[in-house]
């Protein structure tokens, strides 16, 4: 659970709140995660429309106000709020769509279409429900991911990066790497720095590539928003890369710590899966246990 202030965000964890820099957005939102697909349609329909609706009920409410009022101040204060209001809600329900931000006319749109457009919608859900759920990445729904990992199927970028999360967490290193290739190919400094540290990651443990691990790393340096986690994790990487044990060791060990305050959840559980795993490559790399072997 978080709740966002500007450009600062609290949020909850094992110890209490936590105040974490985030990038600034304009305007307030309230987000949904569902616990299941069960009934995704109706509720993200339901959740969706509840936007414009609270815009034309204060359009109403205000319009009303000023309708009543006997003098010119309090008059034009609610006759502007209500048209404000109204001309809100008429522009939300446009349908249209940057980046993973759907206006709420597009998610009404694809929750009455279904299909394709709907399951692009319920995978854009996915992360967020893991970060919410126990639901591990591994978990996620078989025809949900198959739409995507059929290469035959046109993808979104954020869509390759969903196939990277999922197929490394199911063990699969070699299958997930592709993925990792299309989505890093298109990746520009306005995109999260979450996904140049898992490059990081992937190729300073998997590839033994310090060169590009630390390039991916310093991608990232200027994402003020980035968990602790996930920073240390892609340090790691890239120090055992340069054959930095020690350092790789310590800094496993400080994102773990950071891992154990968090609230309990399938995200959680992947990454701590993605450090024990660099762990234990640190472990059979250690001079000891290559003199023993």
Same mark, same amino acid.
């Given at each position: +659970?978080?709740?966002?202030?500007?450009?600062?965000?609290?949020?909850?964890?094992?110890?209490?709140?936590?105040?974490?820099?985030?990038?600034?957005?304009?305007?307030?939102?309230? *987000?949904?995660?569902?616990?299941?697909?069960?009934?995704?349609?109706?509720?993200?329909?339901?959740?969706?429309?509840?936007?414009?609706?609270?815009?034309?009920?204060?359009?109403?409410? *205000?319009?009303?106000?000023?309708?009543?009022?006997?003098?010119?101040?309090?008059?034009?204060?609610?006759?502007?709020?209500?048209?404000?209001?109204?001309?809100?809600?008429?522009?939300?329900?446009?349908?249209?769509?940057?980046?993973?931000?759907?206006?709420?006319?597009?998610?009404?749109?694809?929750?009455?279409?279904?299909?394709?457009?709907? $399951?692009?919608?319920?995978?854009?859900?996915?992360?967020?429900?893991?970060?919410?759920?126990?639901?591990?990445?591994?978990?996620?729904?078989?025809?949900? +991911?198959?739409?995507?990992?059929?290469?035959?199927?046109? *993808?979104?970028?954020?869509?390759?990066?969903?196939?990277? !999360?999922?197929?490394? $967490?199911? $063990?699969?290193?070699?299958?997930?790497?592709?993925?990792?290739?299309?989505?890093?190919?298109? /990746?520009?400094?306005?995109?999260?720095?979450?996904?140049?540290?898992?490059?990081?990651?992937?190729?300073?443990?998997?590839?033994?590539?310090?060169?590009?691990? $630390?390039? /991916?790393?310093?991608?990232?340096?200027?994402?003020?928003?980035?968990?602790?986690?996930?920073?240390?994790?892609?340090?790691?990487?890239?120090?055992?890369?340069?054959?930095?044990?020690?350092?790789?060791?310590?800094?496993?060990?400080?994102?773990? !710590?950071?891992?154990?305050?968090?609230?309990?959840?399938?995200?959680?559980?992947?990454?701590?899966?993605?450090?024990?795993?660099?762990?234990?490559?640190?472990?059979?790399?250690?001079?000891?246990? +290559?003199? !023993?072997?």
């Amino acid at each position: +659970m978080y709740y966002r202030v500007g450009p600062y965000r609290l949020i909850q964890n094992r110890a209490g709140w936590r105040v974490r820099w985030t990038k600034l957005q304009f305007g307030g939102a309230v *987000c949904s995660i569902p616990s299941s697909f069960a009934t995704f349609r109706w509720s993200i329909g339901c959740f969706t429309a509840g936007g414009p609706a609270a815009s034309l009920f204060q359009a109403i409410v *205000c319009g009303f106000a000023a309708w009543l009022s006997h003098s010119p101040t309090p008059f034009w204060i609610f006759a502007f709020t209500a048209h404000m209001a109204l001309l809100i809600g008429i522009f939300n329900l446009v349908p249209c769509r940057q980046g993973l931000q759907f206006s709420d006319g597009e998610q009404l749109r694809r929750a009455l279409r279904g299909g394709a457009l709907l $399951d692009e919608l319920k995978r854009v859900s996915l992360a967020e429900m893991s970060m919410g759920t126990p639901l591990r990445p591994r978990d996620w729904l078989t025809e949900l +991911m198959a739409q995507v990992l059929d290469t035959s199927t046109i *993808c979104t970028p954020y869509d390759r990066y969903l196939a990277y !999360v999922h197929l490394l $967490d199911s $063990d699969n290193a070699d299958a997930a790497f592709p993925w990792l290739a299309r989505y890093a190919a298109e /990746w520009t400094k306005a995109d999260p720095g979450e996904h140049a540290v898992k490059a990081a990651y992937y190729l300073g443990v998997y590839q033994h590539n310090r060169a590009a691990a $630390d390039l /991916w790393l310093k991608r990232a340096s200027t994402d003020k928003s980035l968990r602790p986690a996930d920073r240390l994790r892609a340090q790691a990487a890239a120090a055992w890369a340069g054959g930095r044990n020690d350092e790789a060791e310590r800094l496993a060990r400080a994102a773990l !710590v950071e891992l154990d305050e968090e609230l309990p959840n399938g995200w959680v559980e992947y990454q701590r899966a993605r450090l024990n795993y660099l762990l234990q490559r640190v472990a059979a790399t250690a001079p000891d246990a +290559m003199i !023993v072997g």
